[in-house]
C-alpha cells in the first residue's frame, strides 16, 4: 500500500478504522442498536474495508505493476464497500421498504456487496468456503433445470439479491447478527484479557497445579489451553501462544517431540468448546436452536469436562509410560503467593460466567466482563492497562474480527441459498434415506460431512453449513435439537485434529519441529474421546444436563471411567504395558461404558475390574521375575 501511500499513512488510516470499529460495537453494546439493518450492514463493510487494507489477493506477488494493480483494487474494494454503506443508511427506512421492488441500483450495489464478500472472504477464510458458497448460489438461480435431488424451484438474481441485501435473512442473517451483536465484544474481552496478562497468569496457575506431578509440562498445557482456548477462541492462536511455551517444557521433560506437538494441537482444539465463551459457532448454535446461550454453555459443560478428561489420562499414562517426571521445583510458581498476587484478575472470567448463569444476554455479559477488566487492571502497577495497550486492544479486536464477520457473512449466503432452493429438505430427506430412518448411520454420515467440511472451513461455516443441510434431518430422527447441534459443532471442530489435513496439528508440528503428518496422527489418537463423545451425548442426552440429577451423575461417573479406559487402551498402559488381550477388554469396556443403560455399565465395571486385578497381579510379579 505504501506505492500509493506512504508506509505510515497507510497505517494510520488502517489504525483508525480498526479503532472505529472496535469503537462502534462497544458503544452498541451498551446503548441500544440503530436498527438490525443498519447496524449488521454497518458491521460487516467496516469488515470489508478493513479486510481489503490489510489482505492482499496474493501472499506473494512479485512484479511491481502486480503489486500496484493489487494496492488500487483493494483501496477500489475498501472505497466501494463505504459507498455501498452510505448508499443504504442515507434513507435506510425507504431502503428497507423496497423488498421485492429493488430498483436497477439496488440490484447493481446488492451485487457488489455480494461479490465484495464472496471475494473477501477467499481472503480472509480460504478458497473452500467462497467455492462451497458459489455452487450453492448458482444451484439456487438453476435448481429448476436440474433432475432428481438437486431440483427445485430457481430463484431469479433479483430475488436472490433481495434476500441478501434487502432482507435480514440471507447475507444479513443470523450468523452476522451474532458476530455484530456480540461476538465483537467477546473478542475484545478476550483482548484485554491477553493485555492485562491473564493468558500468563493462567499458565501459571495451571503449571503451579500440575507441575509437581509425573508429566506436569504436558498436564500443564492440557489445563492452560483449556482456559486460554475460551479466552481465544481460536485454535490455530491457542497452539501458537501456550504452544510456544509448553511444548519446549514438554520435549525437555522427556516427552517425544510428537507426543508433545499432540497434546498441544488435542488441548488447544478442546478449548474452543470450553465454557463459558466457546467462539461464535456457539452464539451462532444457541439462535438456530432456538435456546438461551446459558444453556448451550451448561449443556457444553460435561462433554468437554470428559474431552480434557481424556486427553488428561492419556498425557498421565505416556508420562508414567515414558518415565517422564516432574518438573524442576525452580520453575513451578508457587500457588497461594501467584493467587493473593495476581488473583483478582480472573474475577472478569467468573463474572461473565455468573452474569451468562443468570440469564443476561451475551451481549451484557462481554460488556460487563470488559469494564470489569479494564477498572481491575488498575489494582496493580504490573498488570494496568496505559492508553496505548487499550488502542493496542481495540486494534487487536478489529484485526481479529475480520474473518469472523467474512466466514459469518458467507455463511448467510449459503443459509439464504439452502433455504430459497429447498435443498435443505431434501439433503435431510436423502440422508434418512440412505440411512433407512437409523440413528446410527445418519450420526456417522453427518460427523464424516463435518469433518470434511472441516478440512477447508472455519467451525463456524462448517456448523452454518450442516446446520441448514443436515440437522434437520437428524431431529426428525428423535434426536434431541439441542443434541443434534453441540453434535454437529464438535465434529466441525475436532477435524481441527483429524488427517489428512489437521489445521491444529500442523500448526503444533511447526513449533515443535517435527513432522506434521505424524503429529496429526498421535494427536487424532490422543483426541480420540473427542470423536465418541458427540454420539455418547446423543445417546444420553443426560450427559447434557437433561434428566434427573441421579440419572445425571450415574451418567457422568460411568462416562468418565469409559474415557479413561478408552485412553488406556489407546495409549497401551495402565499400570504396567498392556497385552494385545487387555487392551481389547479395555476398549470393550470403554463401549460399555460410555453408553447408559444399567446392563452395559455393569458390564463394563466388571470388564475393568478384571483388567486392574490381572494388572495388580502382574505388578506383584514384576520384582520376583527381576531378582
Not at 236 to 249: D, K
Not at 366 to 382: H, N, Q
Not at 409 to 430: Q, Y
Request: charged share 10%; glycine share 10%; with cysteine.
Amino acid at each position: 500500500m505504501n506505492i500509493l501511500f506512504s508506509r505510515t499513512s497507510a497505517r494510520l488510516i488502517i489504525l483508525t478504522l480498526s479503532v472505529f470499529f472496535s469503537l462502534y460495537h462497544l458503544y452498541f453494546g451498551y446503548y441500544p442498536a440503530p436498527g438490525a439493518m443498519n447496524f449488521r450492514l454497518t458491521h460487516v463493510c467496516l469488515a470489508l474495508m478493513l479486510c481489503y487494507l490489510l489482505l492482499s489477493a496474493k501472499e506473494e506477488i512479485a512484479s511491481a505493476i502486480g503489486r500496484r494493480i493489487d494496492i488500487a483494487t483493494r483501496i477500489l474494494a475498501a472505497g466501494l464497500s463505504t459507498v455501498i454503506l452510505i448508499y443504504v443508511i442515507r434513507d435506510s427506512d425507504a431502503f428497507q421498504m423496497q423488498t421485492g421492488y429493488l430498483s436497477d441500483s439496488d440490484i447493481i450495489m446488492g451485487t457488489i456487496l455480494i461479490a465484495l464478500v464472496l471475494e473477501a472472504t477467499r481472503r480472509a477464510v480460504g478458497m473452500a468456503m467462497t467455492l462451497l458458497a458459489v455452487l450453492l448460489m448458482i444451484h439456487a438461480l438453476i435448481s429448476g433445470a436440474l433432475p432428481g435431488i438437486l431440483g427445485g424451484t430457481s430463484v431469479s438474481w433479483k430475488a436472490f439479491v433481495d434476500t441478501n441485501f434487502v432482507q435480514t435473512s440471507g447475507l444479513l442473517g443470523i450468523p452476522v447478527s451474532v458476530t455484530a451483536g456480540y461476538v465483537v465484544l467477546f473478542l475484545f474481552f478476550g483482548a484485554l484479557l491477553l493485555k492485562t496478562g491473564v493468558g500468563n497468569l493462567l499458565m501459571d496457575l495451571a503449571t503451579a497445579a500440575t507441575g509437581r506431578y509425573s508429566g506436569g509440562p504436558a498436564k500443564a498445557a492440557v489445563v492452560s489451553s483449556a482456559c486460554t482456548g475460551t479466552i481465544s477462541g481460536s485454535v490455530i492462536a491457542n497452539v501458537v501462544t501456550t504452544g510456544a511455551v509448553t511444548i519446549p517444557l514438554m520435549k525437555r521433560s522427556g516427552y517425544k517431540p510428537e507426543i508433545a506437538a499432540a497434546v498441544e494441537a488435542s488441548s488447544s482444539t478442546g478449548g474452543v468448546i470450553m465454557p463459558p465463551v466457546m467462539g461464535a459457532a456457539a452464539f451462532i448454535l444457541a439462535l438456530f436452536a432456538g435456546v438461551p446461550y446459558r444453556d448451550v454453555m451448561l449443556a457444553a459443560a460435561i462433554p468437554s469436562v470428559l474431552y480434557f478428561w481424556s486427553i488428561f489420562v492419556t498425557v498421565h499414562l505416556e508420562a508414567k509410560k515414558g518415565n517422564v517426571g516432574a518438573m524442576p521445583e525452580s520453575d513451578i510458581p508457587r500457588l497461594w503467593p501467584l493467587l493473593r498476587s495476581r488473583g483478582y484478575m480472573l474475577l472478569p472470567i467468573v463474572a461473565i460466567t455468573t452474569i451468562l448463569i443468570i440469564g443476561y444476554t451475551p451481549t451484557v455479559a462481554a460488556f460487563y466482563g470488559c469494564v470489569s477488566t479494564i477498572a481491575l487492571s488498575y489494582v496493580r502497577r504490573e498488570t494496568r492497562l496505559t492508553f496505548s495497550g487499550f488502542i493496542e486492544c481495540l486494534e487487536d479486536t478489529a484485526r481479529a474480527a475480520v474473518p469472523v464477520v467474512m466466514a459469518c457473512a458467507t455463511a448467510g449466503i449459503i443459509v439464504g441459498s439452502v433455504m430459497m432452493s429447498g435443498l435443505g429438505l431434501r439433503i435431510s430427506g436423502l440422508i434418512l434415506e440412505l440411512s433407512h430412518g437409523s440413528l446410527l448411520p445418519s450420526l456417522i454420515l453427518t460427523a464424516v460431512a463435518a469433518i470434511i467440511l472441516g478440512m477447508g472451513m472455519t467451525t463456524t461455516a462448517v456448523y452454518v453449513t450442516l446446520a441448514a443441510l443436515i440437522i434437520p434431518g437428524l431431529e426428525r430422527t428423535g434426536v434431541e435439537p439441542l443434541a443434534a447441534h453441540l453434535f454437529v459443532l464438535y465434529f466441525g471442530v475436532v477435524s481441527y485434529v483429524t488427517p489428512p489435513v489437521a489445521l491444529g496439528a500442523f500448526a503444533a508440528a511447526g513449533v515443535a519441529r517435527t513432522k506434521p503428518g505424524r503429529t496429526a496422527l498421535t494427536a487424532f489418537r490422543v483426541a480420540a474421546a473427542g470423536f465418541i463423545v458427540p454420539f455418547m451425548f446423543v445417546y444420553g442426552p443426560e450427559l447434557l444436563l437433561i434428566g434427573s440429577p441421579g440419572v445425571i451423575a450415574l451418567s457422568v461417573a460411568t462416562a468418565l471411567l469409559g474415557v479413561t479406559c478408552l485412553s488406556a487402551a489407546l495409549c497401551g498402559w495402565m499400570l504396567l504395558s498392556l497385552h494385545w488381550l487387555e487392551r481389547t477388554m479395555l476398549l470393550g469396556a470403554a463401549i460399555l461404558l460410555m453408553f447408559s443403560g444399567w446392563s452395559t455399565d455393569l458390564f463394563g465395571l466388571l470388564v475393568l475390574l478384571a483388567v486392574f486385578l490381572f494388572q495388580k497381579h502382574r505388578v506383584r510379579l514384576a520384582p520376583r521375575q527381576s531378582a
